[in-house]
């Protein structure tokens, strides 16, 4: 005999349906606030294991569907750094090799039409208005390095007016200051003009912060051909950073904590380099040629950027943090040729100034010292550069007790005389992401070292330095000519984007 079901009680329903709806509500605001940090960790983990695609597919979807977060704004900013990079350079010249930009990797060409409007949905959802004019600012910047004037202008004005509105005068006085430099170095004269006439309405306080304007002024009078105003101008550039440097140090004169600006420090550097381009218009210039070409493994890089540079100012070009429009500055031809004609007298030095692209898998090279230029002088400077040498054993990082002998083997480098060898040992906790280490010389090899295929020195490692300690070592090989011209190494220029190297690199001393 079945049991009849009691049925529910209607009176039942509303308790019920409430019970439901709250239930659910609940797990809606549970999930609003618990899924953005979840996603967020999840994108990191991504980029450590170096899954760009996922970890910028996760990012998206972060943007996409909780805009007002922080971790939506986090991913904002990574994605935009990651566009960067596909303007990012290489600099190099004697004796240092710097890369612009962070370390991380470049955004797939698919996602970049993408990016713009979901950067915009995130800063358009902020609560907080300064946030969402951050994103906009930093959406210009990345346009204008990308040399998209048109939509680097467009974000930037935004950001500026925002700015404005919120009553943050020296963020939009900054951001300004961007506008101009975009003007200035497409011609446009005029419209940079404008922005300085908006800025200087602004009440910014302190003469360092009003130096920025001041030596923009002289940058702008200097391209219109008044030398004289320039010059005041710059003058009073560098008198207004000096008198406020001066300020810092009286007032953290007890705590002997000076606190310089790199707005200052930029200031300052462009009104010295202004005066030394006025300089440089009144020497008179000389019937020199320097000749030049760039070879790689049998081919030639085109549009590489070539700067003849002061050595005076060479400190200046590599230290400063913005981009600096030099007179003598050309690109390499499909040749990969370069050339210079009526350079002033004085001593020079060369900064090359590559695509991250086109030094992978090459390694250190030499680059001309610097030299002088005299009248009716020609120059030929041919530099090549070398695949990065290959260690065939050991591979990575090795352990080796303090008794072991080491077998080292490379490929060879055809033009090479003789190598250099350096065992870096790291000790300290296996686990630390960077540990201690030092350098130990090992040999230099002689031609009967080496035969066609590899080249090998056996010895065994006599260094009382190396007495009781156990670790990990790796190995960097050098190759030089006949004449000791370092042609590659095998550390490379660029390094892969998980290997634990510096940004800087001594290439030749």
Same mark, same amino acid.
Request: aromatic share 12%; glycine share 4%; with cysteine.
């Given at each position: 005999?079945?049991?009849?079901?009691?049925?529910?009680?209607?009176?039942?329903?509303?308790?019920? @349906?409430?019970?439901?709806?709250?239930?659910?509500? &609940?797990?809606?605001?549970?999930?609003?606030?618990?899924?953005?940090?979840?996603?967020?960790?999840?994108?990191?983990?991504?980029?450590?294991?170096?899954?760009?695609?996922?970890?910028?597919?996760?990012?998206?979807?972060?943007?996409?569907?909780?805009?007002?977060?922080?971790?939506?704004? $986090?991913?904002?900013?990574?994605?935009?750094?990651?566009?960067?990079?596909? $303007?990012?350079?290489?600099?190099?010249?004697?004796? #240092?090799?710097?890369?612009?930009?962070?370390?991380?990797?470049?955004?797939?060409?698919?996602?970049?039409?993408?990016?713009?409007?979901?950067?915009? +949905?995130?800063?358009?959802? %902020?609560?907080?208005?300064?946030?969402?004019?951050?994103?906009?600012?930093?959406?210009?910047?990345?346009?204008?390095?990308?040399?998209?004037?048109?939509?680097?202008?467009?974000?930037?004005?935004?950001?500026?007016? =925002?700015?404005?509105?919120?009553?943050?005068?020296?963020?939009?006085?900054?951001?300004?200051?961007?506008?101009?430099?975009?003007?200035?170095?497409?011609?446009?004269?005029?419209?940079?003009?404008?922005?300085?006439?908006?800025?200087?309405?602004?009440?910014?306080?302190?003469?360092?912060?009003?130096?920025?304007?001041?030596?923009?002024?002289?940058?702008?009078? #200097?391209?219109?051909?008044?030398?004289?105003?320039?010059?005041?101008?710059?003058?009073?550039?560098?008198?207004? &950073?000096?008198?406020?440097?001066?300020?810092?140090?009286?007032?953290?004169?007890? $705590?002997?904590?000076?606190?310089?600006?790199?707005?200052?420090?930029?200031?300052?550097?462009?009104?010295?380099?202004?005066?030394?381009?006025?300089?440089?218009?009144?020497?008179?210039?000389?019937?020199?040629?320097?000749?030049?070409?760039?070879?790689?493994?049998?081919? %030639?890089?085109?549009?590489?950027?070539?700067? @003849?540079?002061?050595? +005076?100012?060479?400190?200046?070009?590599?230290?400063?943090?913005?981009?600096?429009?030099?007179?003598?500055?050309?690109?390499?031809?499909?040749?990969?040729?370069?050339?210079?004609?009526?350079?002033?007298?004085?001593?020079?030095?060369?900064?090359?100034?590559?695509?991250?692209?086109?030094?992978? =898998?090459? =390694?250190?090279?030499?680059?001309?010292?610097?030299?002088?230029?005299?009248?009716? %002088?020609?120059?030929?400077?041919?530099?090549?550069?070398?695949?990065?040498?290959?260690?065939?054993?050991? @591979?990575?990082?090795?352990?080796?007790t303090e008794s072991g002998e080491l077998s080292i083997e490379w490929?060879? &480098?055809?033009?090479?005389?003789?190598?250099?060898?350096?065992?870096?040992?790291?000790?300290?906790?296996?686990?630390?992401?960077?540990?201690?280490?030092?350098?130990?010389?090992?040999?230099?090899?002689?031609?009967?070292?080496?035969?066609?295929?590899?080249?090998?020195?056996?010895?065994?490692?006599?260094?009382?330095?190396?007495?009781?300690?156990?670790?990990?070592?790796?190995?960097?090989?050098?190759?030089?000519?006949?004449?000791?011209?370092?042609?590659?190494?095998?550390?490379?220029?660029?390094?892969?984007?998980?290997?634990?190297?510096?940004?800087?690199?001594?290439?030749?001393?």
């Open positions: 005999m079945m049991k009849e079901k009691n049925p529910v009680d209607k009176k039942q329903y509303p308790t019920l @349906l409430i019970a439901v709806l709250s239930a659910l509500l &609940v797990s809606i605001i549970v999930f609003v606030f618990a899924a953005p940090p979840i996603m967020h960790a999840t994108i990191e983990r991504s980029v450590i294991r170096n899954e760009i695609e996922t970890a910028v597919i996760q990012s998206f979807r972060l943007m996409r569907y909780f805009p007002w977060t922080s971790e939506a704004r $986090s991913a904002a900013y990574r994605l935009l750094s990651m566009r960067e990079q596909s $303007s990012s350079t290489v600099l190099v010249g004697h004796d #240092f090799v710097f890369k612009s930009g962070d370390q991380l990797p470049i955004l797939p060409e698919k996602y970049h039409n993408k990016l713009p409007m979901a950067v915009e +949905k995130v800063a358009g959802a %902020q609560q907080n208005k300064l946030w969402r004019y951050n994103l906009q600012e930093r959406l210009g910047e990345v346009f204008a390095s990308l040399r998209d004037t048109a939509q680097a202008k467009r974000y930037l004005l935004m950001a500026c007016l =925002g700015f404005e509105k919120e009553h943050a005068e020296f963020r939009a006085y900054q951001t300004y200051m961007k506008l101009f430099d975009i003007s200035l170095f497409s011609g446009l004269f005029d419209e940079a003009e404008s922005y300085l006439t908006k800025a200087s309405v602004l009440d910014v306080d302190g003469s360092i912060a009003r130096s920025e304007l001041v030596v923009r002024q002289g940058l702008l009078a #200097f391209e219109r051909g008044e030398t004289a105003r320039a010059a005041d101008l710059f003058q009073k550039t560098i008198d207004m &950073v000096s008198y406020g440097i001066a300020e810092i140090e009286q007032e953290n004169a007890d $705590s002997n904590r000076p606190e310089i600006t790199i707005e200052a420090q930029s200031s300052y550097q462009k009104a010295k380099h202004g005066f030394q381009r006025i300089e440089a218009m009144s020497t008179d210039s000389t019937d020199s040629h320097i000749y030049g070409s760039i070879t790689m493994q049998n081919r %030639q890089p085109v549009d590489v950027t070539v700067t @003849l540079i002061p050595v +005076k100012e060479a400190r200046m070009a590599i230290g400063s943090t913005e981009h600096i429009q030099y007179h003598f500055q050309t690109v390499t031809d499909e040749t990969g040729a370069f050339h210079f004609s009526q350079i002033p007298l004085d001593d020079y030095t060369y900064v090359f100034s590559f695509k991250p692209e086109q030094l992978v =898998g090459y =390694g250190a090279f030499y680059i001309p010292p610097p030299f002088s230029v005299t009248d009716q %002088q020609i120059l030929h400077h041919d530099i090549s550069i070398y695949e990065r040498i290959a260690i065939r054993n050991p @591979l990575g990082n090795t352990e080796m490929d060879v &480098v055809p033009e090479a005389a003789w190598y250099d060898l350096t065992l870096v040992w790291f000790f300290g906790p296996p686990e630390a992401p960077f540990r201690n280490a030092y350098s130990v010389h090992l040999a230099r090899t002689e031609s009967n070292y080496y035969s066609t295929d590899v080249a090998q020195a056996l010895s065994q490692i006599q260094d009382r330095s190396l007495s009781g300690l156990n670790g990990y070592f790796s190995c960097n090989i050098k190759a030089f000519d006949a004449k000791g011209m370092l042609l590659t190494d095998s550390e490379g220029l660029l390094f892969d984007n998980d290997a634990n190297y510096p940004m800087w690199h001594i290439v030749f001393r």
